[in-house]
Every structure is written in C-alpha cells, then in structure tokens.
C-alpha cells in the first residue's frame, strides 16, 4: 500500500461507500473536528463535563437498521472494548435512543472500519467477538467486509 491511510480518510472513504449503498448518514465526525454526536452514559451530568462520552466516527441508517463505526488508521483495542460497551450494555442507551429519535430502528450494529492490511485483519479477527462487523478500506477507496456476525451490509 503506498503511502498511510489516516483515520479521517478512512472515515472518508466508508462515508462515500455507506452513502452509495443507500446508507443514511446520521451524523460523522473526524479526528479533532468536535462535528459528531456526543453521547453520554447514563450518570452523566453537567459537572462531569464529557467524562465517559462517546462520539460515534460514523452512525448511519438504512430502514430500520442502524450502523455505529468507529474508524481508526490502525487497529487499536480500546476502540473494540469501547464498542462493546456500546453493544453489551445500557450505559449510552438513552443517549442513542435521543440521537436516533427522528428513526424506528429495530437494531443497531456497532463495527469499526481501518485501512487494508494482513496485520489489521489478523488482529480484528481476533478479537471480533467484541464487534458487529469490520471494514478495511485501501489506498484506492476500495471497501472490503471482512467480518459481519450477520447480513448486514
């Protein structure tokens, strides 16, 4: 792969595929932009400030699907424990329940999208009982799906 992909490409790239599947983009957000969706757990309160928010890279819906992404420009593991706690607890559920009221969606996915690469598969397969689906983009914009635990994209 020439040259590096960086986390806001990635971002970039899955925008693009997502929106040429039909995909509604809910809401992105890029590196440092402070553009997405904050969400806060349940004990949140003023005081805290943003201690233990979440903000989604990607959160888009198709019928009554919604997709959660967190993208990255290589694998990191706090970024699948983040995802599941998203997915195997209540913690953000009244904060994602705001986000997506303007929707009827039935489930929500949550999976993370890096750049292509034999390390960055290895590593997500290993650990992809803490996702939904995975993701890997390349140089050329090319979308690859390498991990869903069911039809979903």
């Known amino acids: 792969m020439a040259g590096r992909i960086t986390e806001e490409q990635v971002t970039k790239i899955i925008l693009k595929w997502l929106n040429s599947q039909g995909w509604e983009i809910v809401c992105f957000d ?14 949140y309160n003023r005081t805290t400030k943003n201690k233990g928010a979440i903000i989604p890279d990607i959160v888009a819906v198709k019928g009554r699907i919604c997709l959660f992404f967190e993208n990255k420009d290589r694998f990191v593991m706090s970024d699948f424990e983040k995802i599941s706690i998203l997915r195997t607890s209540n913690e953000y559920l009244a904060s994602i329940e705001r986000m997506l ?30 996702i939904d689906f995975a993701l890997l983009v390349n140089i050329d914009k090319e979308v690859s799906i390498i991990f869903q635990i069911e039809a979903i994209l």
Do not use: R
Request: net charge neutral.
């Open 30 to 43: 890029f590196p440092q932009s402070g553009t997405g969706y904050v969400l806060h757990p349940k004990e």
């Open 101 to 130: 009221s303007n929707w009827e969606i039935e489930k929500i996915y949550y999976g993370v999208g890096l750049p292509k690469s034999d390390i960055q598969e290895a590593k997500i397969l290993k650990n992809k009982d803490l």
